[in-house]
Every structure is written in structure tokens, then in C-alpha cells.
């Protein structure tokens, strides 16, 4: 694809994203199971952390569009645009949830959107080992992140469990990727401002 054409492709993807509009490619995880019954808190409780988990869907699409239009090898941008495809399904899953549980999504997914751009596209002009070890990095903080919310989600929450835990999974697929495709180890300093970073970004969109 010609430059130009990318740059409109991106555009119109960066659109899709923070208005909520991507439809997911595979069945939804939860079509099968029947909603639970929930009390108000235990509603508010889960579509705050399911908004949380759609924060890092758009921080997602964000990040590998950001990497893939920096990316220099084309086996390295291929697994981050097939990533970013299954992330898609994520962001629709997680809007379509937090629907059902009466929320509604970020109020500041345009700035997280930015932000993750921002970083991706840095993490790719560093070079693709790079760019993969910041790819496999997010991927193992999101997985840890899904499985704290296992813990805290309402047991007979079968629902929105069945999504976070095929969401974990596909993050754990995409982090095997990234370290098989030769992704370099982030200095430890780099890995705790991620960190740092997450915190804040959860920490205001369970509220906002």
C-alpha cells in the first residue's frame, strides 16, 4: 500500500476506533451464556473494569498502528497487523459488554489514543527488535492486568469472565509472537514507567 493510501487507512481506523464502530471478526466468547442477575453495584462494578480492559483495546489499536507504520520489517508488521486485527475484536467485544451492563466507555479514550500512538510509533523508529520487545512488554502487563480482573469480577459474572479470559489469551499469543520473532529485552527501567503509566490510565478510567 502506497504511502499516502496507509496514512488515509490509518485515519479512518483511528475514527473507527475511538467512536466505537469496529465490528469483531470473531463470535463473541459470551453469545452462549446466559446474563447473570447482577445487583447494581455488582453491574457498576463490572462495566467500570470491563470500560478499564475497552481503554486498553483503543491504547491497543493506537500502539500497533503507531508500530506498524514504523515497522521496517514486513514479517514484524505483519504480526502486529494481525494482532492489531484480533484487537479489534476485543475493543467491539468490550464495548458491546459494557452496553449490556448499562456503563458507557472513557470519556478520555481520545487522550489515551494520542498518547499509545505516540509511544508506538517511537517504539518503531527504534527498530524492529524494539519495537517487538515493547510489543511483548505491553502484552505481558495487559495479560496480568485481565487475570487481576478475573479476581475481581463477580463470580457468577459468567459473561463478561468468558470475554476477559479469551482477551487474556489472545494476549498471551501475541507476546509468544513478538519474543519469536526476536524481540529485544527492555531495560528495567523502561518496563516500570509502563507500568507507572498503566496505573494511571486504569486508576482514571474505571471512574472516567
Given at each position: 500500500?502506497?504511502f ?6 490509518e ?32 453491574r ?96 505481558r ?28 489469551a ?35 478510567s474505571?471512574?472516567?
Amino acid at each position: 500500500m502506497a504511502f499516502p493510501d496507509r496514512i488515509i487507512s490509518e485515519f479512518d481506523h483511528t475514527l473507527r476506533a475511538l467512536a466505537g464502530v469496529h465490528e469483531a471478526a470473531r463470535p463473541n466468547p459470551a453469545d452462549e451464556i446466559v446474563e447473570a442477575e447482577l445487583d447494581e453495584k455488582e453491574r457498576a462494578h463490572a462495566a467500570g473494569l470491563m470500560r478499564v480492559n475497552h481503554v486498553g483495546e483503543v491504547c491497543a489499536q493506537a500502539l500497533y498502528q503507531g508500530q506498524a507504520i514504523t515497522a521496517r520489517d514486513p514479517q514484524a508488521r505483519a504480526a502486529l497487523e494481525q494482532a492489531a486485527g484480533e484487537e479489534q475484536d476485543h475493543l467491539a467485544w468490550s464495548a458491546e459488554r459494557i452496553r449490556e451492563l448499562d456503563g458507557r466507555t472513557s470519556l478520555l479514550n481520545p487522550l489515551w489514543y494520542a498518547g499509545s500512538f505516540v509511544m508506538g510509533a517511537a517504539a518503531g523508529a527504534l527498530g524492529d527488535r524494539w519495537n517487538l520487545a515493547f510489543l511483548a512488554e505491553t502484552e505481558r502487563q495487559v495479560e496480568e492486568h485481565l487475570s487481576g480482573h478475573l479476581q475481581k469480577l463477580p463470580a457468577e459474572d459468567r459473561r463478561t469472565r468468558a470475554l476477559v479470559e479469551v482477551m487474556r489469551a489472545d494476549e498471551a499469543k501475541h507476546r509468544d509472537t513478538a519474543l519469536g520473532l526476536g524481540a529485544a529485552e527492555l531495560p528495567a527501567p523502561v518496563k516500570l514507567a509502563m507500568r507507572l503509566a498503566s496505573k494511571v490510565m486504569t486508576t482514571l478510567s474505571y471512574r472516567l
